[in-house]
């Protein structure tokens, strides 16, 4: 898009991509606890897609909405971390939580069920769900963000990984770390495995697979933490 005088029509190109701002903060959410508006998201977001605009060159082979997709998602992620977006209460709730499903897959030899889950915690089922809709879920690395990036500013981990010997990318390219990560996903439970990958894979949006589990999207929120919680519980181990 150019103006008449032949130069790049920044505002157009900023509202013709408004839309992919809001697609990446609405999706990013949902791994947010309640406290993180998604406003404050797609503000960032479009910072971000003007600083892809001021960056992008063509000849660098790279389609336009692929580069601006990652300068967004990196904006967001940075304004994450600057601000630590998961309370002391929220990290407490994740690690219960997970020290919970551990003990019980100990005890039980299975997953556990949620009402069980609740029970180890001495929690209401209903206390035990809205514990689960706070906390989130653990923010999980997106693909692009393991992989090299294309700008000049590296990939997520690069920037932010201080410690070689613990580098998230160095464990995912180990087989058994891989095998151990896809037998875990294999064994949750069914609505939890349908979740992540609706989720991860196909990228869906909670409004979206709320309406294909028919269930609320508050009720999305909840199988995503636990199913999370259940994932971190069993890589622990490796």
């Known amino acids: 898009m150019y103006t008449a005088h032949g130069q790049l029509d920044r505002d157009a190109l900023i509202r013709q991509h408004a839309p992919l701002v809001r697609r990446i903060a609405q999706h990013m959410i949902a791994k947010l606890p309640p406290n993180v508006e998604l406003d404050d998201l797609i503000q960032v977001g479009m910072i971000g897609l003007a600083d892809a605009l001021s960056r992008f060159e063509s000849s660098q082979g790279v389609q336009f909405e692929t580069f601006a997709s990652q300068r967004i998602r990196g904006a967001m992620l940075d304004e994450l971390r600057d601000n630590d977006w ?16 551990h003990k019980l897959e100990q005890e039980l030899g299975r997953a556990p069920k949620e009402s069980e889950i609740a029970g180890a915690m001495e929690l209401e089922l209903g206390e035990y769900q809205s514990m689960l809709s706070k906390v989130r879920g653990t923010q999980l690395i997106y693909l692009e963000d393991i992989s090299p990036g294309e700008d000049d500013g590296g990939s997520f981990l690069d920037r932010y990984v201080a410690d070689a010997s613990a580098d998230p990318f160095a464990m995912l390219r180990d087989e058994r770390m891989r095998a151990a990560l896809v037998a875990a996903i294999e064994n949750l439970p069914e609505r939890e495995k349908y979740v992540m990958g609706m989720y991860y894979e196909h990228e869906m949006n909670l409004k979206e697979i709320a309406a294909v589990l028919e269930v609320t999207e508050s009720r999305v929120c909840q199988l995503h933490s636990q199913a999370v919680a259940r994932l971190r519980t069993k890589m622990r181990a490796h």
Do not use: H, Y
């Open 86 to 101: 998961m309370s002391r209460s929220s990290r407490k709730g994740q690690k219960d939580i997970e020290r919970a499903i």
